[in-house]
């Protein structure tokens, strides 16, 4: 499993709306030499969908995986500027972040629509990085796991437990996303903590104790020891500091 968890540790690097093809190609060349035998540590990139193919070419050959920052839940169909878990699949994807922030901020998914997203990423075969997360004004109205509950709107329910064995959880408060201000790695690990109890008493300890679950929020190479350090968390998704090879080879080799 490569970790004192017996979970296999998941970096991902969720580029948002940047890097075109040269950036992106140049990312990789530069990135891979850099996390040569890391092997044990399951890396992903997730570029936007106009590039899915070209970095999945640039990675011909390596370990690293592929992952798409959002999907439509049918096969095909009339769904004027949708992706399909097909056409992803198609693309190279193995993996999917489901339910962003910024998707249910700016672009109105709510948790009925990331609920459909995260079984047809399941019914595909694509791994899931499922995103929750509490607002600030939330955090301090004491609501962070009424919210995180909400947002993973009883998922794990209605999912087989071996699809929910493979499902991702990143535990990204909105507040610490893009400010440069992380959680406490105390406080994230709470809340990851609790998590893994909600998935354990929902699917039982032993799915509980499989499930990853991952920090996202202002992660920087200088930090990403002291998440790492925590006992429920098992990787992390970043944001800005993934743009560089540099800095997200860094973080990978924590
Ligand atoms: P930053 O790492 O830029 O804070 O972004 C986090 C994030 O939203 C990853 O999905």
Not at 12 to 34: C, H, Y
Not at 38 to 50: A, G, K, L, T, W
Not at 201 to 217: D, K, M, N, S
Request: aromatic share 6%; net charge neutral; charged share 20%.
């Amino acid at each position: 499993m490569g970790d004192v968890r017996g979970r296999r540790v998941i970096l991902a690097a969720n580029w948002k709306m940047n890097q075109v093809t040269a950036e992106a190609i140049g990312f990789i060349s530069d990135f891979l030499p850099r996390v040569q035998g890391r092997e044990d540590r399951e890396v992903v990139i997730c570029p936007s969908f106009p590039y899915l193919r070209a970095v999945k070419e640039a990675l011909e050959g390596s370990w690293v995986k592929l992952g798409a920052q959002n999907l439509h839940w049918a096969e095909k169909g009339a769904f004027t500027g949708e992706v399909s878990p097909l056409m992803l699949k198609d693309a190279g994807c193995q993996h999917v972040i489901v339910g962003h922030s910024e998707r249910r901020q700016h672009f109105a998914e709510t948790d009925e629509m990331v609920n459909q997203k995260l079984k047809a990423a399941v019914a595909h075969d694509l791994l899931p990085i499922l995103c929750v997360g509490e607002t600030l004004a939330e955090r301090e109205t004491g609501r962070t796991e009424e919210v995180v509950l909400r947002q993973m709107n009883g998922t794990p329910k209605s999912s087989p437990p071996a699809a929910v064995t493979k499902l991702v959880i990143a535990y990204e408060p909105v507040w610490a996303i893009g400010t440069g201000r992380s959680a406490q790695p105390a406080d994230a690990q709470m809340v990851a903590a609790w998590l893994r109890r909600t998935v354990g008493e929902l699917f039982g300890v032993p799915v509980a104790e499989r499930v990853r679950i991952q920090y996202g929020g202002s992660v920087t190479a200088m930090n990403i020891g002291s998440f790492m350090r925590e006992a429920d968390i098992d990787g992390a998704l970043v944001g800005g500091a993934s743009l560089s090879p540099e800095t997200f080879a860094a973080i990978v080799n924590f």
